[in-house]
């Protein structure tokens, strides 16, 4: 079967990879990992996996980013690097190729094909689009820990249930001065984070030529320590009919990210 994916319903994803703004919205995918932590990359399958290849084959879809399959160099396998540094915004089109429908691919296509079209300038006079999105992300609640007098009267019942040496158990004064001991590292260093978007594209062109130039910004904090993940989007294309028949095409893309460690 073909699906074509609602764009509309991907832009608005608090999300920082078009990967994981597929996630429910396409019957069959399924999406694993992601915004754990800032820069994490998700991988997402069609279906159930399967496979039988005597070289440990490959459980990821094919990947085809205007007419070019992504492959991996070494591996010659299906990758998702450059899918997942695609911006949201930049993207045009998503179909999904599912079962009998990604067989024109081959069997490189055996667990399914997601083709994607980037965004092509269009007839008329120059197009300015700016979008911005601005995240924050906390902590509805948190785990309810013990305190140190607690841990200290815990850890000498479970001892006893153990049979531990005399040695191992916490005596009455140090559990009197575990009392005053009530330091919880994880609220402590828990902050709030957040996550910001910005993308500008610009297009236009006659019947004869088209243009599209378009870069995008991305930046996501960590709640925990200095984990901060940024990311910069380049793309510029166009088109030129050359004959009635005949169009010339191009396009060039850039990117750049960094973590924070």
Known sequence: SVVNVNMSKLYDQPVATITEALRGQVPGLSVQGGSQRPGALPNLSIRQQFNWGKDGGNT???????????????????????????????????????????????????????????????????????????????AVS??????????????????????????????SSELERMKSLNYDWLMNDWERSGAMQHSLEVSGGSDKATYFTGGSYYTQSANLGSQDFNRYNFRAGTE???????????????YRSNIEK
């Open 240 to 254: 030129v009919t050359v004959l009635s028949n005949v169009k010339f095409g191009a396009t060039i893309g850039a």
């Open 60 to 138: 990821i879809p094919l990947i085809i980013i205007d007419d070019v399959i992504q492959l991996d160099p070494q591996t010659g396998l299906s990758t998702m690097d450059r899918f997942n540094l695609l911006d949201p915004t930049e993207v045009e089109s998503i179909t999904v190729l599912r079962d009998a429908s990604a067989a024109i691919y081959g069997y490189r296509a055996s667990q399914g094909a997601i083709i994607v079209k980037t965004k092509r300038g269009k007839a008329g006079p120059p197009r300015i689009r700016y979008t911005g999105k601005f995240e924050t992300m906390d």
């Open 142 to 171: 948190h785990g309810k820990v013990m305190n140190a007098h607690e841990y200290g009267v815990y850890a000498n019942r479970f001892g006893r249930a153990l049979d531990w040496n005399a040695n191992f158990y916490f005596d």
